[in-house]
């Protein structure tokens, strides 16, 4: 199967927009994957017969995306490269949704409990004894009643990450990466709003343990029903009050 995109010079109306479709084409033809260099500014100007000024633009366009990466230098391991992280344009792009209020919370809970549950299910089916591990240590560290608020928050998202790690889809994976990072200034404030945070911190630990028992024990019903339930009754309970708290 031949299926080759050419660089070809492309339209000069909006030509920073055609740019990123030449891009795109290679990627989708399988021509640049992850680790390989796009060809120099210079040589894009030449072959999309484009200005530098497009070619940069839809480069940028492209790093806030999380495409592509720089490595600054002048050796082979130089210029920009194709990335692999998508969780980082994901989390950007749905951050500043929310802040435009284009995602309601409301939603995101939804997508994310229905996100999770599939992940919790995956990860009581296929998690390793690594996978376990890795599940174990942020608990064990979010048991340290010493812990700051923001110190807590940042191992609960390793928690719920390594759950997606553990069923084994990356997309899966990223997609929690992307939604917990673009809601972290929010459960923050709500966690700053609580007026006993002590006891609110067991509870979350309490839910995190029986989680992660579920999924030691391979019960992927069960596992799917807590992570849905831990969800759901955060968002219900805990940051509707710090919400209306004065």
Same mark, same amino acid.
């Given at each position: 199967?031949?299926?080759?995109?050419?660089?070809?010079? /492309?339209?000069?109306?909006?030509?920073?927009?055609?740019?990123?479709?030449?891009?795109?084409?290679?990627?989708?033809?399988?021509?640049?994957?992850?680790?390989?260099?796009? #060809? #120099?500014?210079?040589?894009?100007?030449?072959?999309?017969?484009?200005?530098?000024?497009?070619?940069?633009?839809?480069?940028?366009?492209?790093?806030?995306?999380?495409?592509?990466?720089?490595?600054?230098?002048?050796?082979?391991?130089?210029?920009?490269?194709?990335?692999?992280?998508?969780?980082?344009?994901?989390?950007?792009?749905?951050?500043?949704?929310?802040?435009?209020?284009?995602?309601?919370?409301?939603? /995101?809970?939804?997508?994310?409990?229905?996100?999770?549950?599939?992940?919790?299910?995956?990860?009581?089916?296929?998690?390793?004894?690594?996978?376990?591990?890795?599940?174990?240590? #942020?608990?064990?560290?979010?048991?340290?009643?010493?812990?700051?608020?923001?110190?807590?928050?940042?191992?609960?998202?390793?928690?719920?990450?390594?759950?997606?790690?553990?069923?084994?889809?990356?997309?899966?994976?990223?997609?929690?990466?992307? $939604?917990?990072?673009?809601?972290?200034?929010?459960?923050?404030?709500?966690?700053?709003?609580?007026?006993?945070?002590?006891? $609110?911190?067991?509870?979350?630990?309490?839910?995190?343990?029986?989680?992660?028992?579920?999924?030691?024990?391979?019960?992927?019903?069960?596992?799917?029903?807590?992570?849905?339930?831990?969800?759901?009754?955060?968002?219900?309970?805990? /940051?509707?009050?710090?919400?209306?708290? #004065?």
């Amino acid at each position: 199967m031949a299926d080759t995109a050419a660089w070809e010079p /492309v339209p000069r109306s909006r030509t920073f927009e055609l740019v990123l479709a030449r891009i795109e084409e290679q990627i989708l033809a399988g021509n640049l994957r992850v680790g390989d260099r796009l #060809p #120099p500014e210079r040589e894009l100007v030449e072959l999309l017969g484009v200005s530098r000024a497009a070619v940069r633009e839809a480069l940028r366009v492209l790093e806030a995306q999380g495409v592509l990466r720089s490595r600054v230098g002048t050796g082979p391991s130089s210029g920009s490269v194709i990335a692999a992280m998508p969780s980082e344009g994901l989390t950007q792009l749905l951050r500043l949704h929310m802040a435009l209020a284009n995602f309601p919370l409301s939603d /995101v809970v939804e997508a994310r409990a229905t996100l999770e549950r599939s992940s919790a299910r995956l990860a009581a089916e296929r998690a390793t004894d690594e996978d376990l591990a890795a599940l174990r240590e #942020p608990l064990a560290r979010m048991d340290d009643a010493t812990l700051t608020l923001e110190a807590f928050n940042d191992h609960d998202t390793r928690f719920h990450v390594a759950i997606a790690e553990a069923g084994g889809n990356r997309l899966m994976a990223d997609m929690t990466i992307a $939604v917990r990072n673009a809601v972290r200034r929010t459960l923050l404030t709500a966690f700053h709003e609580l007026a006993d945070w002590s006891t $609110v911190a067991e509870r979350l630990r309490a839910e995190h343990h029986a989680l992660y028992e579920a999924i030691a024990a391979g019960d992927a019903d069960r596992a799917g029903d807590l992570v849905e339930a831990h969800i759901r009754g955060f968002h219900q309970d805990i /940051v509707h009050i710090a919400a209306k708290a #004065p």
